[in-house]
Structure formats: structure tokens, C-alpha cells
């Protein structure tokens, strides 16, 4: 048998280095091809900050006295409200009850997103600012807002009692201990609030997490046991309807395991709307008709009571138009 020598091992060697260098000229290609689907990918992507700071002039010059500025897709909003800042997207704007009362809406979308809640608003104009898309959206029929009694939750317009005979006034402090309950906690614990004895049992603004998990400023009215939990508004200017919604944390009470709150609203005295609410429904609206008092300023009495008095973490926002 013939022996191999060094000689012939390293020709075989070199033969199939060369083999092999034959296929280098493929990863050109192949490095264009990583480059281009980075670039799609980039392109594809969600803006970063930094853009979104970049387009804030372009809608701060769009944005007029009223206005609300909205984005699409709406997983966008953090980093929106975090660009834009409460000058153009106030936390009052963010958790809204509705849309109903805002004459124009400025959205913000990604090229190919938008809003469908606005989608029945025609559109005034439209402009393209590098990835985004700003419309200016008009609303039809805007509502008009004469009281809103989430903005009036003060000693000078609202007086809190427990009981139908006003017997235990509920004690007003612009100085209580702001707390959150976190995940399966409780709502934000307001520091101006009503205190009606016990950390939970009060009448103060707060904002809940509806059944689409967005947020809804409200005022949290939780009753003590079965009494009856009586809020008295001064000086309000009537209009046709009383237009409002109630809700209860849907993270937190989604199953409905508890019983129902009644809400009663009286104007002068006079009943003029019950609305029983279940807390499966999550954020839900109810329309009392005020027409006969339309044109005076009168006491609007809203009454919050349960045969359940457990976890009665109820939570409404009302106003006259």
C-alpha cells in the first residue's frame, strides 16, 4: 500500500478551501438582504419617542382651545401623553366619560391607523408629518355641557350626608392621604374627598379602569353597609337631560358577584331618574329627562344605596345639558 505523504495532504487541503471559497461571493447577497429586512423592519415599526417629540409643534399649532388630541392605534397613548405632555393631552381629556361634549378631535395615528370612534366625524383636514398622519376631526353634533358635577365635588356646591334623613354629615378635607391599591387593589384615594368614617367610605374624584380597560374619571360614592349615601349639589344650572355613566373597577368586579347600586337623582326634591347598575356592565350610560326644569338653577340630590354592602366601590359621572 502506498503511503500518503504530507505533499498530497495538503493539496487535498488546499482543494477544498478553494472549494469553499467559491461560495464567499454569496454573502454579499445575503448581507444586503439582512440590511433591507432591518430597514423594513425599522420602517415597520412603532415610532420612538423622539419622533413623536418631533411631531408635538405640528399639533400644538392644530390643537385649539377644547380640542382633544387622540392617537391610533390607541396602544400608543403612553407614549404619546409621555411626548405631548398634559398641555396637549390632559389627564381630564384621557379619562373622559365620552366624546359627546368636544366640538373638534386632532388624532394622531400612524399611517396606516386610526380611530374608530371618529370615524362618523368629518374630517377638516388632514396632513402627513414624517410617519404620522394628523386629522382634524369635527363632531357633528357636539353636546353642551351647563354643569358638570364631577368638576363641582367642593364644600361650595356639594354638601354629603349618610342617611335619607341627613342625619351624619360627611366631613370635607382637602389634606387626606393620597393612596392606590395596586394590582387587585382598590381605586386611587383622592386627597381633596368627603370623608364619611372608615379609609374607603367617602365622595371624592378618582379615576376607574373600564370593561376596555380605559381609564374614567369618576366620582367614587361608597356607601357604608345599607345606608343610603346622599349627595347634595347647589347652584346647578338644569337643563333637558341629566347625562351620565357608572361603573365599578372591571378588573376588580367583572364577575359580578355582588349585588346591584341604585342611583336616584332628584332635582328640587322631585325624582327624576333611577339607574341600577350591575357591575358586569362595566362602564355603562343612563339618561334622566329634566326637560320640566330646563332654564333654572336648582338642588340636584343623588342618592347611593345597596342591599349588598359589599365592596360597593361604586363610581359615577354625571352633568346637565
Not at 2 to 30: C, E, H, N, Q
Not at 32 to 46: I, M, N, P, Q, T
Not at 143 to 152: I, N, P
Request: charged share 25%; with cysteine.
Amino acid at each position: 500500500m502506498r503511503k500518503r505523504t504530507a505533499f498530497s495532504g495538503d493539496v487535498a487541503g488546499s482543494g477544498a478551501l478553494m472549494g469553499r471559497a467559491r461560495y464567499l461571493w454569496l454573502l454579499l447577497p445575503i448581507a444586503g438582504l439582512v440590511e433591507l429586512g432591518a430597514f423594513v423592519h425599522d420602517a415597520r415599526s412603532a415610532p420612538r419617542l423622539d419622533e413623536w417629540q418631533a411631531v408635538r409643534g405640528e399639533v400644538a399649532k392644530l390643537k385649539g382651545p377644547g380640542d382633544l388630541v387622540v392617537v391610533a392605534p390607541e396602544w400608543t397613548d403612553p407614549l404619546a401623553r409621555e411626548a405631548f405632555g398634559d398641555a396637549l393631552m390632559p389627564i381630564a381629556n384621557e379619562a373622559r366619560a365620552d366624546d359627546s361634549p368636544y366640538a373638534r378631535a386632532i388624532e394622531v395615528s400612524e399611517l396606516s391607523a386610526s380611530a374608530p370612534e371618529f370615524a362618523r366625524w368629518p374630517t377638516e383636514e388632514t396632513r402627513d408629518v414624517g410617519r404620522f398622519r394628523l386629522r382634524v376631526h369635527r363632531n357633528p353634533e357636539p353636546a353642551k355641557v351647563l354643569f358638570s358635577f364631577l368638576d363641582h365635588v367642593r364644600p361650595q356646591f356639594l354638601a354629603v350626608h349618610e342617611g335619607a334623613t341627613d342625619e351624619r354629615a360627611c366631613q370635607f378635607t382637602a389634606h387626606a392621604a393620597v393612596t392606590a391599591g395596586g394590582l387587585h387593589g382598590h381605586l386611587a384615594f383622592p386627597r381633596e374627598r368627603f370623608n364619611c368614617g372608615g379609609e374607603e367610605f367617602f365622595v371624592g374624584v378618582t379615576i376607574l379602569d373600564d370593561q376596555n380597560y380605559r381609564p374614567r374619571r369618576c366620582i367614587w360614592a361608597h356607601p357604608r353597609g345599607t345606608s343610603v349615601l346622599r349627595l347634595n349639589f347647589s347652584e346647578v344650572t338644569i337643563g333637558r337631560q341629566i347625562h351620565g355613566y357608572a361603573g365599578l373597577s372591571y378588573f376588580l368586579f367583572r364577575d359580578g358577584l355582588h349585588g346591584p347600586t341604585l342611583l336616584t337623582a332628584r332635582v328640587n326634591g322631585e325624582e327624576v331618574g333611577r339607574y341600577l347598575h350591575h357591575d358586569e356592565l362595566g362602564w355603562h350610560g343612563f339618561d334622566f329627562d329634566t326637560s320640566r326644569f330646563a332654564g333654572q338653577i336648582a338642588n340636584v340630590e343623588f342618592d347611593v344605596h345597596s342591599d349588598d354592602p359589599s365592596d360597593r366601590q361604586f363610581c359615577f359621572y354625571a352633568d346637565t345639558r
